[in-house]
């Protein structure tokens, strides 16, 4: 803050704009892991939602031959032709759709096309419903352009899945945008064609055209025990209605290349995301989209999703396993994505951490809760690193105690951090010397 005159009042560095946009905590907490780890000992990381598979392949040499042809000038803002063409023939042969290769946005990763939604569709005043727990860049612009967040929460009760019965009364003239997100990060939930069916009849029924879905899908091809992925966009009516969003980062464990895409429910919105992106990134290499081009169309792909699937599905048996054997601990079946979202009530009690909760300043309450206690205790007690419910979305986080791990991580990695989460589930003098110690609160 800049100090005023008495006649002129004080000028603030930043835009209060900057003030009101959230963030991602999973890779906040990276600064706090080095700090840990600073001390000398190793943390076990289960917080970053990040394959540790390496890029097929096939893959980095479709990369390596467009650089090697030159492919390393700027291109076409929307993306380049044939990663568009790619992009609409998978989706349209996946969903039973018509896509124009003109109605598909190439975006450097999934962030860009969360915002630009936000951005293009939304006035101030406007209702945005999303999920909660959900991916936090839903819930962290709605601040940013003024707009009213309306989280949808997701109960255990019902297998955090979405039903219309949710969704009807948060409808009024006022919502704008609607996010979707199956499979579900932090949850796995993938949704049935009967619920999508349901929530498109009502989304169809209450809201008027200038409505848009936004549908999440970036774990599109990471579903177990036989549950297969499908689209909102391919229900009757919704194709009209949704922007589906995707991209290379999960399905070909590929987060450094950041290519991501969505398709519009018509050219002239592809074009107005078109500008934004100009304004904004310019373009995205041209070898990475090659490299986007062959991941998609190449039959060296299936074979190499398919083998990280079934290793993540396994990963998964044994962390929801051993983490149902903790006192303290319920755990569900994800069907999709790589994460595990255990209810650690039971630890919260046994711990006595909602009392120490309590006991902390209001404007530091506002900011943390006890599962980010929790998550803390585990990091700088037991050195094994996961994320707290409240990163999921703060709006509908209350009284709701979830830790979510990542199993993208070695066998012998998520049994060590399994076994070190109960080892700190009966350490309540551990809590209570880790609490008094005053190191760290929030995140």
């Known amino acids: 803050m800049l100090q005023g005159s008495a006649t002129t009042p004080a000028i603030s560095l930043f835009a209060d704009r900057v003030r009101r946009i959230g963030t991602e905590e999973a890779f906040a907490l990276g600064t706090i892991i080095k700090e840990v780890e600073s001390a000398g000992e190793r943390v076990v990381r289960c917080n970053l939602g990040q394959p540790d598979f390496p890029v097929p392949a096939h893959i980095r040499r479709a990369v390596t031959a467009a650089m090697e042809k030159g492919l390393t000038t700027y291109c076409d803002p929307q993306g380049i032709p044939e990663l568009r063409a790619a992009v609409a023939r998978a989706m349209s042969e996946r969903h039973g759709l018509d896509i124009d290769p003109e109605r598909v946005g190439v975006y450097p990763g999934g962030r860009s096309a969360i915002g630009f939604a936000h951005m293009a569709y939304s006035e101030a005043g406007d209702d945005v419903i999303y999920p909660s727990p959900g991916y936090p860049l839903f819930e962290s612009f709605i601040p940013y352009f003024r707009c009213n967040a309306v989280p949808l929460v997701l109960t255990e009760e019902n297998g955090f899945g979405l039903t219309a019965g949710q969704l009807e009364p948060l409808l009024t003239d006022k919502t704008k945008l609607i996010f979707l997100n199956f499979p579900s990060n932090p949850t796995g939930g993938v949704a049935t064609r009967e619920q999508l069916g349901e929530l498109s009849e009502l989304i169809l029924s209450r809201t008027g055209p200038h409505v848009r879905v936004f549908s999440d899908e970036s774990y599109e091809a990471i579903t177990f025990d036989r549950d297969e992925h499908i689209s909102i966009a391919s229900m009757p009516g919704m194709a009209e209605r949704t922007i589906i969003a995707s991209g290379v980062s999960k399905t070909y464990a590929w987060t450094g290349g950041r290519i991501g895409w969505a398709v519009y429910p018509t050219v ?176």
């Open 268 to 443: 002239e919105e592809a074009k107005v995301h078109r500008r934004l992106a100009i304004n904004f990134f310019a373009s995205l290499p041209p070898y990475n989209q090659w490299g986007a081009v062959e991941a998609i169309e190449s039959p060296e792909s299936a074979p190499a999703i398919a083998h990280m699937v079934a290793v993540f599905q396994r990963r998964r048996d044994q962390v929801v396993r051993d983490l149902n054997a903790i006192d303290g601990v319920t755990c569900g079946l994800p069907k999709g994505a790589f994460y595990a979202f255990p209810n650690v009530a039971g630890i919260v009690e046994q711990l006595g951490i909602e009392e120490a909760y309590r006991s902390l300043p209001d404007d530091v309450q506002a900011r943390t809760s006890p599962s980010t206690l929790l998550q803390l205790f585990l990091l700088y007690g037991y050195r094994v690193a996961t994320m707290d419910r409240r990163s999921f979305s703060t709006n509908g986080s209350e009284g709701q105690h979830y830790l979510r791990l990542s199993v993208a991580n070695a066998d012998e990695e998520l049994s060590e951090a399994v076994a070190r989460i109960a080892r700190a589930s009966t350490d309540a003098a551990g809590f209570r010397a880790f609490f008094d110690s005053g190191v760290r609160y929030t995140l």
